[in-house]
């Protein structure tokens, strides 16, 4: 490969992750202006990720998401959303070797690193950062509310990683074809 190749594709690999992790930070900042949206914008942002992950491998994917996590945290004006992404939004580079393992403990892993990064971001959010409006609204719901939305977060976080499947499917599809 010459020089030239080599700056070429370096060029790509840096335009391609600069407009992604640009996205990402669009992304995670329109959280903040549309109602709902706390879930859904950082999902959306960790989409962004896919191209970094099939073409470039997960050590860039993840430098990515650094930048667009230091970025969306510092310019988004809703910060659950930008911890959330913060909290999650690696797991599409690493999902492929989560996928490696057998089905029970490919699940397992899943629902744990999930409930973990959810126990601990939340944690923060109540008494590190205190997000007002946030801890006003745990405050209403008891123990068992709780771990229901923690269970029902589960089941959407498994749901959503077939999505990442998919699109990641349908990106090498596309990128072949």
Not at 34 to 51: D, K, Q, R, V
Not at 110 to 122: A, E, G, H, P, R
Request: with cysteine; glycine share 6%.
């Amino acid at each position: 490969m010459g020089q030239h190749d080599r700056f070429h594709r370096q060029s790509h690999k840096t335009a391609l992750c600069g407009l992604m992790a640009a996205l990402s930070v669009v992304i995670l900042t329109w959280g903040s202006l549309i109602p709902f949206a706390t879930f859904a914008c950082p999902m959306l942002a960790m989409l962004c990720l896919i191209p970094a992950v099939c073409e470039y491998g997960t050590g860039t994917a993840l430098v990515m998401y650094a930048a667009t996590a230091i970025l969306g945290f510092l310019l988004s004006s809703d910060k659950e959303i930008a911890l959330l992404y913060v909290f999650l939004g690696w797991y599409p580079s690493i999902q492929a070797r989560v996928n490696s393992l057998p089905r029970f403990p490919r699940l397992a892993a899943k629902c744990v690193l999930f409930s973990v990064s959810m126990v601990v971001l939340y944690s923060l959010i109540l008494y590190l950062f205190q997000l007002d409006a946030v801890v006003e609204e745990f405050s209403e719901y008891s123990t068992t509310m709780v771990a229901g939305m923690l269970l029902l977060g589960n089941v959407t976080f498994l749901l959503y990683d077939r999505v990442l499947d998919n699109f990641s499917r349908l990106y090498h599809k596309k990128r072949k074809g």
